[in-house]
Structure formats: C-alpha cells, structure tokens
C-alpha cells in the first residue's frame, strides 16, 4: 500500500502542474476544473492510502523482493447472488425519472430505495435469537 499511496501522491503533483499550465495557456474553465478536481481526487486517494500503510503491517506488496505468490490466499467474501442491487436501481432509476415526469414520483420512489438499502445492509444477519 506504501508504493500505491506514493504513485498517487505523485500522480497528483503531476496533475497539478498540468492543471495550472492548461489554466494558463488556455484560459478555459471546464478543463482546468477538470484537472483540479482530478488532482484532488488523486490526492484524497494517495492520502487514505499513505495513511492506512502507516496504521497496518507490511504487507506482501511492499516487500520489494516478495514474490506474487506471497500475496495468495483468501481475498474476501463475495456474496454469490442477491437481488438487493436491483431494488436499489430500480429505486434509484425511480427517482431520477422524478426529475423528468415530476417530483411526485420521488414520494414512490423512496420507499423502494430505503427497502433496497435495508435489505443490502442487513442480507446476511441472522440477530442474536437465531443460532446456526
């Protein structure tokens, strides 16, 4: 994580000189928004990541003569189907179809969001009632 928090941080310092540059060369404003929003995005990523290597062990990826290999094994969890996702699109499709046919539609909408992101948050807790 060091090396990527670094490569961001640098991506970032580059992204600024380009961005003043462009800003002064061509005097136009949606280009050199852009460019500095990507700047601080850059930095806000290089940032969290510096700052998350600081907090945790080395890891396999900052070992300089490590091997891929010593990065394998468990990844995460992954959830192999849920239909929570769908609600949530279809919730949030709901809504910005609001804007277009009016804002009433966001009155129906809302409860298919809310259900959609309950749902997502709690798929897999069983309480404290429920033993396996």
Same mark, same amino acid.
């Given at each position: 994580?060091?090396?990527? #928090?670094?490569?961001?941080?640098?991506?970032?310092?580059?992204?600024?000189?380009?961005?003043?540059? =462009? %800003?002064?060369?061509? /005097?136009?404003?949606?280009?050199?928004?852009? +460019?500095?929003?990507?700047?601080?995005?850059?930095?806000?990523?290089?940032? =969290? +990541?510096?700052?998350?290597?600081? /907090?945790? &062990? $080395?890891?396999?990826? &900052?070992?300089?003569?490590?091997?891929?290999? &010593? &990065?394998?094994?468990?990844? #995460?969890?992954? $959830?192999?189907?849920?239909?929570?996702?769908?609600?949530?699109?279809?919730? #949030?499709?709901?809504?910005? +179809?609001?804007?277009?046919?009016?804002?009433?539609?966001?009155?129906? $909408?809302?409860?298919?969001?809310?259900?959609?992101?309950? %749902?997502?948050?709690?798929?897999? =807790? /069983? #309480?404290?009632?429920? /033993? =396996?």
């Amino acid at each position: 994580m060091k090396f990527q #928090g670094k490569l961001f941080i640098w991506l970032a310092v580059f992204l600024l000189a380009v961005a003043i540059t =462009y %800003g002064v060369w061509s /005097r136009e404003a949606a280009g050199t928004t852009a +460019l500095f929003l990507a700047f601080a995005l850059c930095l806000f990523i290089g940032y =969290y +990541l510096w700052f998350t290597a600081r /907090r945790i &062990d $080395s890891q396999p990826m &900052d070992n300089e003569e490590g091997e891929v290999a &010593d &990065d394998a094994g468990e990844v #995460g969890f992954f $959830s192999p189907h849920s239909w929570q996702p769908l609600t949530l699109a279809l919730g #949030g499709a709901l809504f910005f +179809l609001s804007v277009i046919f009016g804002w009433w539609l966001a009155f129906f $909408s809302a409860p298919v969001i809310i259900l959609g992101l309950f %749902g997502w948050v709690f798929e897999y =807790y /069983r #309480g404290m009632s429920q /033993r =396996y």
